[in-house]
């Protein structure tokens, strides 16, 4: 440690606050918070022996130190959260921002419009959320506009503009999704009576809507007017539906926060649930990944914070399943041993558990995907190879009548492709139709390439094609003294038939060996490679000599017509304006009279 460092560590204030370590790049590595800023740093270096490998690795990139001192804990936790998320240190649990989470929007505006949205705007409109499953927003969204028409125009319906009788009703209101404010149809106070209702029902308050009904219910029935009445009761009917399909856990408990968690040691899972009136309101659950083998003390916290902040939560209780420091003033930590809380809080556990054991079978079903030497070891066997095939190259040729001629090379590597190792080629010593000749000549040049400049042979060369093929690439190969070093294959195919160099009869694979699968994956990835650049060459080659081929017309011109209408055929049809704005009067007047010269009947 140098003496700056060491002086400025014997001088941090005893106060509360936020660390943060910096690397010889001046690279923030670390954010921490501390009830004593001297003390918590101080620890770190006074240890002889480190709990883990990288605690030990991230005190020996310490370079510097900066400290932000605060008025308590609770500043120092937040602040913690918020700078983790803005710097993403290296030795940090990782928090993410939750810009993706959908939100219900109540808009700032005369008759509120009520949508969905993931941009919170601060203009005075209010946010419901966020919500972790958009599916959950659109049952709310369709329970709304059964419950209550209303407006979905962006009209500015201020009164002056109503009186004026500025707009007119449009296709929500005959069909009865709205009452048509805009035309004067429905007042405010009526309107706004709607959207209290709605706020009740996004934040759990459901039976005081149902209550609220059933009264006006009972007040037109009172006064006769039934048809009113039968539409509340209809409504009311619709929200007890949507009630009963609620998780009920209790009526004594209300607006309490439940986390628990999972510690699986290399990350801690943590599950959150949102209890309002007695009934579950939202749920979520993440996966903090551990970074120096944090203890569930340290990292729950750090989780209540960022998850009380995403869901915007205000309550005062939270349940959980251990004591932890949350140093927030009016907030309580309570850990129930009995009765509905306990309930509650098993509750959160078990659907952690179903959680973790949905990861792991995740985890198990991408291993088992992406585990592919076994497979390897199946085609070594059934190739009767001498070496396990971890590189494997594979061509394929294409050309239409003889023209165009390419080919394309695929390489994978432990039975995945490695894309940015592919090669296209041109031919270009063949004249004609002639697979063989050109099979010949793109082995040749590749592998000829590899041994002039020192790079590694694959173990498998595959060729796409039968015996003419397999034996055109084994002339490459005997020409380079290559025979012996690499194994070669051709797959047919007709019927999937595999070659093997001077023998006629060929090897039937069972349709359903992982090696056979292998196989064909590089045998169709290679003709995919190599249509694509075949129809690419062919395109461009096709547009050059139809627009380039005009006197006085260069690529430049060309390209600058087709970028603008697409395709030669479209350039034909447009007039000597529209051809002038692209490229000026004098071209446009060349190309206009070339093809006005070539369309007539004389020509």
């Known amino acids: 440690m140098n003496e700056t460092l060491k002086d400025k560590i014997n001088n941090l204030p005893d106060k509360p606050g936020v660390y943060h370590f910096f690397d010889s790049d001046e690279k923030i590595i670390y954010v921490g918070k501390a009830k004593s800023l001297k003390k918590r740093v101080q620890s770190y ?7 883990n490998y990288r605690l030990k690795l991230l005190v020996n990139k310490i370079q510097d130190i900066q400290y932000i001192v605060v008025e308590s804990e609770s500043e120092a936790l937040l602040l913690e959260n918020n700078l983790i998320k803005k710097y993403q240190p290296k030795y940090n649990v990782q928090l993410k921002d939750d810009k993706t989470f959908p939100w219900i929007c109540i808009k700032n505006e005369p008759f509120p419009r009520v949508f969905s949205t993931r941009n919170v705007i601060k203009d005075g409109s209010q946010y419901f959320g ?19 028409p209303l407006r979905t125009c962006n009209y500015n319906l201020s009164d002056e503009n109503i009186e004026k009788q500025k707009f007119r009703p449009c296709l929500e209101y005959h069909i009865g999704n709205c009452k048509a404010p805009c035309i004067g149809n429905q007042t405010k106070e009526n309107y706004n009576e709607s959207i209290d209702n709605i706020k009740r029902i996004l934040k759990g308050n459901l039976q005081e809507v149902i209550n609220y009904l059933h009264h006006m219910m009972m007040d037109f029935s009172r006064e006769y007017n039934f048809e009113e009445a039968q539409v509340l009761k209809e409504k009311i009917s619709i929200l007890e539906k949507y009630k009963s399909r609620s998780t009920v856990v209790s009526a004594t408990i209300h607006n309490v926060d439940v986390f628990t968690y999972i510690d699986d040691g290399k990350s801690l899972l943590v599950n959150y649930l949102k209890v309002v009136a007695g009934r579950i309101v939202q749920s979520h659950t993440v996966d903090i990944k551990k970074k120096l083998e944090e203890a569930p003390e340290e990292l729950l916290p750090i989780a209540m914070v960022d998850i009380r902040e995403k869901m915007k939560s205000n309550s005062k209780e939270i349940l959980a399943p251990i004591e932890v420091d949350f140093p927030f003033e009016g907030v309580k930590i309570h850990v129930p041993q009995r009765g509905d809380k306990k309930k509650l809080l098993d509750l959160s556990q078990r659907n952690l558990k179903y959680y973790h054991l949905e990861k792991k079978r995740r985890k198990e079903q991408l291993k088992r995907k992406f585990e592919k030497k076994s497979v390897l070891e199946e085609l070594q066997k059934n190739l009767h190879m001498d070496k396990l095939p971890v590189h494997i190259e594979c061509f394929d040729n294409s050309n239409i009548q003889g023209t165009y001629p390419v080919a394309a090379c695929v390489v994978f590597r432990n039975g995945k492709p490695k894309k940015n190792e592919y090669r296209h080629y041109n031919i270009q010593s063949v004249q004609g139709p002639d697979d063989y000749a050109s099979m010949e000549e793109v082995v040749y ?17 595959v060729i796409d094609g039968g015996k003419g093929q397999l034996s055109s690439a084994m002339k490459s190969l005997h020409r380079l003294g290559l025979r012996d070093e690499i194994a070669i294959i051709g797959i047919a195919k007709k019927l999937e038939e595999i070659y093997f160099p001077n023998d006629s009869v060929p090897l039937y694979l069972d349709k359903n060996s992982s090696s056979l699968h292998l196989i064909q994956q590089l045998r169709d990835e290679a003709h995919r490679f190599g249509i694509n650049f075949h129809r690419k060459k062919r395109s461009n080659s096709i547009k050059e000599t139809a627009l380039e081929k005009i006197p006085g017309i260069g690529a430049k011109t060309a390209q600058s017509l087709l970028q603008e209408f697409n395709s030669v055929e479209r350039v034909k049809k447009q007039n000597l304006e529209e051809l002038s704005k692209v490229v000026g009067k004098a071209k446009a007047k060349i190309v206009y009279d070339y093809f006005q010269n070539a369309a007539s009947p004389e020509n």
């Open 45 to 51: 270096f006074n240890k002889h022996t480190y709990e």
């Open 130 to 148: 966020p919500y972790t499953s958009s599916n959950m927003v659109r049952i709310l969204l369709d329970l709304i506009r059964k419950l209550y």
């Open 445 to 461: 040049r590749r592998y000829k390439r590899l041994v002039s400049e020192g790079e590694e042979l694959p173990q498998l060369i």
